[in-house]
């Protein structure tokens, strides 16, 4: 059994990634393909999650199918809502939009739980963060130049959802179990390891300024972080009971938009190579293995 500290230090981790995603962005441009291939290695890991460590926990016996059912058909509306209020979060989507939630791609950035979080970090997340997303994490890169510097928290908000549901998700598998826990941690971190560079990129192509932006994403950071904390101290109270079911399948639904609608979406390009795609599949075998050596020992 991990111990609370511990808990809380991997928790920690998708935010640490996102902060150091958005100054490495101040520093160099990651290779599209590159980016390409964190986001179909991140989205095999997200399905891979689902299928091994939530929905098991959905499908106990204790579970009922009202609490089931609402969770995910709630967590299916919330994020089309997000979609269609904020844009296509993360990134790209009809042109008119900029994870929660995450143009063309996958830039939570922006979305919902979260998302996303298109995240096309490239071109404008959101948890949330292609054509949907999680919230909204790339409205800001589709934004055209302003000489406006004020942080335009409209854009911001889908981003914050996106973190946020992520967050929940994060605190919530931790207290269903540790096997769960590190999956749900991981691929989330991946997700924001191009999703902090979109998002800051983003501000800064509308002049705001770099101070500004990065106090945004220092304030993105402690939300996922405190979301995620947050959800795991109250776990004990709310496990085994129906909302405790409903939060977990809520959670599934938005792991499928991430995957589906965000990560997988943004990743896809014209002459995508062989290597890119495989990325897929060993993301969805990595899940696979740790249950296999957990169980072993």
Known sequence: MM??????GFLLLPAVILLLSAVSAMIFKMPKEV???LQHFAGGVVLSAVAVELVPIILAKE?????????FMLGMITLLFVRRTFGHGHGGGDGDHGHGGHGDGHSHEA???????GHEKEKGHGHGHGNTGHGG???YERMEDSPSAAVNWSSILPVLIDFMCDGLLMGLSFAAGQGAGLILVLSIALEMSSVGAAVFQGMRS???????????MVFLAVALFGSGAGAFVVSDSLAGTQLFFGLMSYGVAACLWLA????????HSDGEKSWVTSMFFLGFLLPVLLEKMERAE
């Open 137 to 139: 994490h790339d409205e």
């Open 206 to 216: 509308s002049k705001v300024p770099t101070g500004n932006a990065f106090f945004v």
């Open 63 to 71: 579970a009922s199918i009202t609490s089931v059912s609402a969770g």
């Open 111 to 117: 979305g919902g739980c979260n998302e996303e979080h």
């Open 260 to 267: 589906g609608e965000d990560l997988l979406v943004e990743g």
């Open 3 to 8: 111990s609370f500290t511990g808990t809380m």
């Open 35 to 37: 980016e390409s291939a």
